[in-house]
């Protein structure tokens, strides 16, 4: 549906590079990466609201690189809603049929499953001011599906609502995800709409695609330090390889199968490492005795910084599990993880 092929933007102190991307007929695809890594450059590169230097850029087998907005088939919703303060919910879901020709009964069964999804059918006489920020953006999002695009590009589109709206939208994506045959391309630096949402991501760093894939490889199967460490693999070292396992400052590390020799490094999730005060059973195969060097309040759980030798591992525990081992700074412990825990890449 969506192809990027060898696209390149040359902008005042920042350039997308090379970048090549494809995304399937009413996918739910999400480019993640931190900030100002080029997420929304190519976002507006593919609305045609940014000029591209070179590459081209198809929707379907058309190629659209030079095209106008509006004659993309591209609908766009940002952060910030942009609904028209003076015009009614109704008002303002119906506005861009006044620009494409949709049959009227057409347009008015769009428009009542529109409502429905996204429950707004109680409030179409309201105006935007008198409306809650989940409010307003899922109006947002019926006005720019009202004119069914073959494409809908979302730029952070729940990162300025409260907690409580953020899921009342997210909730209303999926639904309007899945009642259409529209492609979602969605920019993001939240995990939880990430693993919530998308069926394939790719992730951005400096101007360029690090990584493509499914959800899951991306955040299992790191194809670069960047990327692992982007998706929270807190333990990430440089290390040498021979046979099965690995070694880093001193420590060998079991890894359950035979390493590419071109292999540079390994990671273990947090939330793979575990922490407790005897040491573990063999089914374990990576086990080290270490001291608590840092404990850190992450709000719904702990992170623990064990010092092992040189090495510092980084485990995740609840606060129940806390007072029940008794944790603080220099206590000694066992650090332990299961060689299939063990990232390499």
Same mark, same amino acid.
């Given at each position: 549906m969506i192809r990027v092929k060898d696209l390149n933007i040359s902008l005042p102190g920042f350039n997308l590079r090379d970048i090549n991307l494809r995304i399937e007929e009413n996918d739910f695809f999400i480019l993640m990466g931190p900030t100002g890594a080029g997420k929304t450059v190519l976002l507006e590169a593919i609305a045609g609201l940014v000029p591209v230097k070179s590459g081209t850029?198809?929707? =379907?087998?058309?190629? /659209?690189?030079?095209? &106008?907005? +509006?004659?993309r088939g591209v609908s766009i919703v940002y952060q910030d809603y942009a609904l028209f303060?003076?015009? *009614?919910?109704?008002?303002? /879901?119906?506005?861009?049929?006044?620009?494409?020709?949709?049959?009227k009964t057409q347009a008015e069964k769009r428009l009542d499953d529109l409502l429905d999804v996204v429950n707004l059918s109680h409030l179409q006489q309201r105006l935007p001011g008198n409306l809650s920020g989940g409010e307003k953006q899922r109006v947002a999002l019926a006005r720019a599906l009202m004119v069914d695009p073959k494409v809908l590009l979302l730029d952070e589109p729940l990162s300025a609502l409260d907690p409580g709206f953020r899921e009342e939208v997210r909730n209303a994506l999926k639904r309007l995800h899945q009642s259409s045959s529209t492609t979602f391309l969605m920019v993001t630096?939240?995990?939880?709409?990430?693993?919530?949402?998308?069926?394939? *991501?790719?992730?951005?760093?400096?101007?360029?695609? !690090?990584?493509?894939?499914d959800v899951t490889e991306i955040f299992e199967k790191p194809a670069s330090p960047f990327v692992a460490?982007?998706?929270? $693999?807190?333990?990430?070292?440089?290390?040498?390889?021979?046979? *099965?396992? =690995?070694? $880093? %400052? =001193?420590?060998?590390? +079991? *890894?359950?199968?035979?390493?590419?020799? &071109?292999?540079?490094?390994?990671? /273990?999730?947090? +939330?793979? /490492?575990?922490?407790?005060? +005897?040491?573990? &059973?063999?089914?374990?195969?990576n086990n080290y005795s270490g001291v608590v060097a840092n404990i850190t309040n992450q709000g719904f759980y702990y992170e623990i910084d064990v010092r092992v030798r040189d090495v510092s591992f980084k485990g995740l525990i609840t606060k129940g599990a806390l007072i029940e081992l008794g944790l603080e !700074?220099?206590?000694?412990?066992?650090?332990?993880?299961?060689? %299939?825990?063990?990232?390499?890449?």
């Open positions: 850029i198809f929707i =379907g087998e058309r190629d /659209i690189t030079t095209l &106008s907005p +509006e004659r303060p003076h015009l *009614t919910v109704l008002e303002n /879901i119906t506005y861009g049929l006044h620009f494409h020709r949709i049959d630096h939240d995990f939880a709409e990430v693993l919530s949402l998308a069926g394939r *991501t790719a992730v951005m760093n400096n101007g360029r695609i !690090e990584q493509t894939g460490d982007f998706v929270g $693999m807190k333990n990430l070292f440089r290390a040498s390889f021979s046979g *099965t396992h =690995g070694m $880093m %400052s =001193g420590l060998r590390i +079991e *890894t359950g199968r035979t390493v590419d020799p &071109s292999s540079r490094y390994l990671a /273990i999730r947090p +939330e793979d /490492i575990v922490i407790s005060r +005897e040491e573990f &059973s063999s089914s374990m195969r !700074e220099g206590s000694p412990v066992y650090v332990s993880f299961k060689a %299939s825990a063990v990232h390499l890449f």
